[in-house]
Every structure is written in structure tokens, then in C-alpha cells.
């Protein structure tokens, strides 16, 4: 924790947090952030180039601030995916899907906020940085959610939003459709349906419900499956009301015009970035198998990664001893677990290869 000098007026409630972020150090196999490994192709990179260049000719005006090409290309996207009639009225796009929770927050936060954890760690962070009060709901002892408990906590959270992760993030979980549906009949604020990794699951998007429960609102991402991670680009899927609203809170021409022209230019480039999807899957599934062999107990998992525990060392330990010989994957902070990202052929060789070896000094 950083002993902060006297003199600095921070506030007091940011005092002692961390800032957020998984560990950046050299290492042969880097599974520890749940990117797609495998990088855009040299076509799709001079195609990005030849746009970028293009919209370089104008950088001394400002960007669209509406992003009405993107977001019209990501309501068609959407449309193609799940079968809906979105258009670019339904969706607002920002630096990552981080931007668009802070958003939320921003706008929307002016009573308590819920979500069940373990889950992605920045919802109750950014409720703190936004001053927003998190309520920390709970979870079955095997990290699944009870649909009743959850309608439960909420009713008596009486809080105006409500996060759910699926698929979960670190378990990995999803969340069927028809629960999600039945939570939303009792939630009396916004729903946050957060579905970074929805494009690795076999469950049907939540943004096919926004029609008929409005109050339903979709973060999702281009980081995970489109393998656009550097680009920084998240959007959300919402009744245009929720989207009119986050015109309230942004920041004047927020979204660059490079990031804008990137985006579209991978989203024209889909087929190609989506068609790694199968193959992770294909290989979750893999080194699920290879893991249990190990004697490891993996829990389920819809996304790109594969939450594992049954080892005798420490978490931490056994995490140290896998960067000691060039494999960084996470500590998510629940005692006894650790996280693995599926990565390309010969990562995921090493990683099975270098477990092994340490389970074996156990």
C-alpha cells in the first residue's frame, strides 16, 4: 500500500486501494489476462493501417463524438449474433468495457450497487472510485449462483444496479438465459448483464431481452474474442434511453478517431477474428482433460479460461514457481485456485508441461 504524503488531498475512501492490474513481467507463456492469442492477421493489420493513415490526414479535427459508423457497425454485428433489430440508438461505445462501467456508475449510481462474488473485481472498484455504495452478495460454496438467493440479496439491497457476470469471470460460469430473465422480473433498478466472454458460450446473449425488460443493460467487449485488446474498445447494448443517458456523463469526443477506424475495420473483418473462437474451445476442453489428469479439480467454464484447485502448495507459492520457469498465469486472490488463459498450441504445451513439474516438487 502506498504511504501517501500529508499534503495530498486524496480522498479518504481511495486512501488504501491498489490500483488495479494483473502482474506485467517477462515470461515465455503470458496466460494470465484472458487475451486471444493469436494476432490479427497481416492482412486485417494493413487494412487497419491504410484507414488509420487515411484518418491521420484529418487529426487536427476532433473525432465524431457519436462514433455513428462504429455504432452502426456494432448494432449490425449484434443483430447477425443473437437475431435482434438493434440500431446504433441501442449502443454506446468507450475505451473498454472498464469506461462503460464507470459510466453506468456515473449516471446511474445514486443508491447501492450489487453484484455476487467472486467476480470481475473492477465493479466493486470502480463503485468505490465513483463513490457509489457496493454491496458484496454471495455465491453457492462452489461459486454458482442460486437464482433465489440472488433475487433474494437484491430485494433486500433495494439497490438501483445490479452486476452479473456471465460467463463468470474468474470461476467462468454462465448464467442461463431463462434465470437471467427471472431475476429481471425482480429487479427494480438496471440489470447489468456483463458478457465480455459471451462469444465463447453456448447461451444466448442477454441483449435478446432488452425489448421486452428495458431495464436489461449489456456491456460487451472486442478485447476477448475479437482479439482487439490493445484496441481498447467496449460498447453497450441497451434501450435508448440507458444510451442517451451516457451522453450525460462522457467525456467531450472521448472515443479517438484511430480507435473508431480500427474497430470498424476489424469489425468488417469478423469472420476472420471470431473463427479462433471454435479453436479455443476446442482447447479449454483439452487442457480441462489434461488438467484432471494432473489430479486437479478444474470448475466449469464457458469462457476462455479454466479456473483450477486440488494442488498442495499455496497459491502463491505455486503461482511463483510457475513464473520461475516462464509461465504467467493469474492469483485471483481465492485461497487455494488459480486461473489459466487457453493460449496457442505450444503455450498451452508448456503450461501443462511446466504444472507437472512443479506438482511434482509438492
Not at 494470465?32 to 494476432?39: H, L
Amino acid at each position: 500500500m502506498t504511504s501517501w504524503p500529508s499534503w495530498l488531498p486524496l480522498r479518504a475512501n481511495l486512501r488504501e486501494l491498489s490500483p488495479y492490474g494483473a502482474p506485467q513481467v517477462p515470461a515465455s507463456a503470458v496466460m494470465n489476462t484472458n487475451e486471444n492469442p493469436y494476432p490479427p492477421s497481416a492482412q486485417l493489420a494493413d487494412a487497419i493501417s491504410e484507414r488509420i493513415k487515411e484518418a491521420s490526414l484529418t487529426l487536427n479535427r476532433y473525432p465524431d463524438r457519436d462514433a455513428f459508423m462504429l455504432r452502426t457497425k456494432l448494432s449490425d454485428f449484434i443483430n447477425d449474433l443473437s437475431g435482434t433489430n438493434l440500431t446504433r440508438e441501442n449502443i454506446w461505445a468507450a475505451n473498454g468495457s472498464n469506461e462503460i462501467i464507470q459510466s453506468l456508475f456515473l449516471a446511474f449510481g445514486s443508491g447501492k450497487a450489487i453484484g455476487f462474488i467472486p467476480s470481475y473485481s473492477m465493479h466493486p472498484l470502480i463503485a468505490k472510485v465513483t463513490q457509489v455504495q457496493w454491496i458484496a452478495g454471495t455465491r453457492e460454496s462452489d461459486f454458482s449462483l442460486d437464482t433465489e438467493s440472488a433475487i433474494a440479496q437484491i430485494k433486500q439491497s433495494q439497490a438501483v444496479l445490479v452486476f452479473l457476470t456471465t460467463p463468470n469471470n474468474p470461476t467462468g460460469a454462465s448464467i442461463a438465459l431463462a434465470e437471467i430473465e427471472k431475476i429481471a422480473q425482480h429487479c427494480t433498478g438496471l440489470l447489468v448483464i456483463d458478457e465480455a466472454y459471451a462469444e465463447f458460450s453456448d447461451e444466448k446473449s442477454a441483449v435478446t431481452l432488452i425489448e421486452k425488460y428495458p431495464h436489461i443493460v449489456v456491456i460487451r467487449t472486442m478485447s476477448k474474442a475479437f482479439a482487439f485488446a490493445g484496441a481498447r474498445l467496449g460498447y453497450l447494448v441497451a434501450h435508448p434511453s440507458v444510451i442517451e443517458s451516457m451522453f450525460l456523463v462522457r467525456l467531450p469526443y472521448h472515443l479517438s478517431a484511430l480507435t473508431q477506424v480500427a474497430a470498424e475495420v476489424a469489425l468488417d473483418f469478423r469472420d476472420e477474428l471470431l473463427g479462433t473462437v471454435a479453436q479455443l474451445r476446442k482447447d479449454r476442453e483439452s487442457m480441462r482433460v489434461d488438467l484432471e489428469r494432473l489430479g486437479l479439480i478444474v470448475l466449469p467454464s464457458s469462457s476462455n479460461f479454466l479456473l483450477f484447485t486440488g494442488f498442495k502448495q499455496p497459491s502463491a507459492q505455486l503461482w511463483q514457481q510457475m513464473l520461475d520457469r516462464g509461465v504467467l498465469i493469474r492469483d485471483v486472490g481465492l485461497l487455494g485456485y488459480l486461473r489459466v488463459t487457453i493460449g496457442n498450441e505450444a503455450e498451452n504445451r508448456k503450461f501443462i508441461e511446466t504444472l507437472s513439474a512443479c506438482l511434482g516438487e509438492e
